[in-house]
């Protein structure tokens, strides 16, 4: 028997785990915007949690919780290969060794703390959309795609930044740092909202879908119950 493959969910898949890796290499560079000091990653990863956003909302948490996985799996991958491409030998002639595993050789602290942090945050974002359309009867969408992603998102930062900087970072910083980009990344949901209300309207139209996750388990671990 052939399932049918919805094509906006595939495609959403894709670029949920696009945003994820390219975040992952742009974490490597501490900026300062507007005084405020960021990592540059911000400039890619709240896509993340827009996505799945749109994910929770149209097909539920069930598949959510897959892509969360794949995206987990997909960061796990991506550093397990930069290990192995660092230890190479390398060409005699190439000179550009120092800057390569500067930017793939994540230090163990910084590839834990991205894989914890991605997990709890991401879990925290679609648990709280699932519950919050229950509780609304589906009703403003826009109120809860910002407290989701602002709960996601301060889970994310208050996880990742004390294991990946304290110690490299000075404290006062560190504490800034974890304010902005909670409330930089959930800035970018509020600037970036009447897109995603229009992408989730136009998918929930076109795939007939819009569930509500009634009777199900939020087991993070039951990656097969689709």
Not at 39 to 46: E, N, Q, Y
Not at 142 to 149: E, G, M, Y
Not at 178 to 185: E, F, G, P, R, Y
Request: hydrophobic fraction near 55%; charged fraction near 15%.
């Amino acid at each position: 028997m052939q399932t049918k493959v919805s094509v906006p969910f595939m495609l959403l898949g894709i670029l949920f785990n696009l945003c994820l890796l390219t975040s992952n290499l742009l974490e490597t560079k501490v900026v300062q915007i507007f005084g405020l000091t960021t990592t540059a990653g911000l400039i890619v990863f709240p896509i993340s949690y827009i996505i799945n956003d749109c994910i929770a909302e149209v097909w539920g948490f069930k598949k959510a919780r897959l892509i969360i996985w794949s995206g987990f799996a997909s960061n796990f991958l991506l550093i397990a290969f930069a290990q192995i491409a660092i230890q190479l030998p390398t060409a005699p002639f190439w000179e550009g060794e120092e800057a390569f595993n500067f930017i793939f050789g994540l230090a163990p602290r910084i590839a834990v703390a991205s894989l914890i942090a991605f997990l709890a945050g991401s879990f925290i974002n679609a648990y709280v959309m699932s519950k919050m359309k229950i509780a609304s009867q589906g009703k403003h969408f826009s109120v809860r795609a910002i407290l989701s992603t602002l709960a996601g998102e301060s889970v994310d930062s208050l996880i990742f930044f004390p294991i990946a900087f304290v110690g490299l970072v000075p404290m006062d910083q560190l504490l800034i740092m974890i304010a902005t980009q909670a409330v930089l990344k959930s800035l970018y949901e509020v600037i970036i909202l009447p897109v995603t209300i229009r992408v989730v309207k136009y998918i929930k139209k076109t795939e007939g879908m819009d569930v509500y996750d009634r009777d199900i388990s939020y087991n993070i671990l039951k990656i097969k119950d689709l």
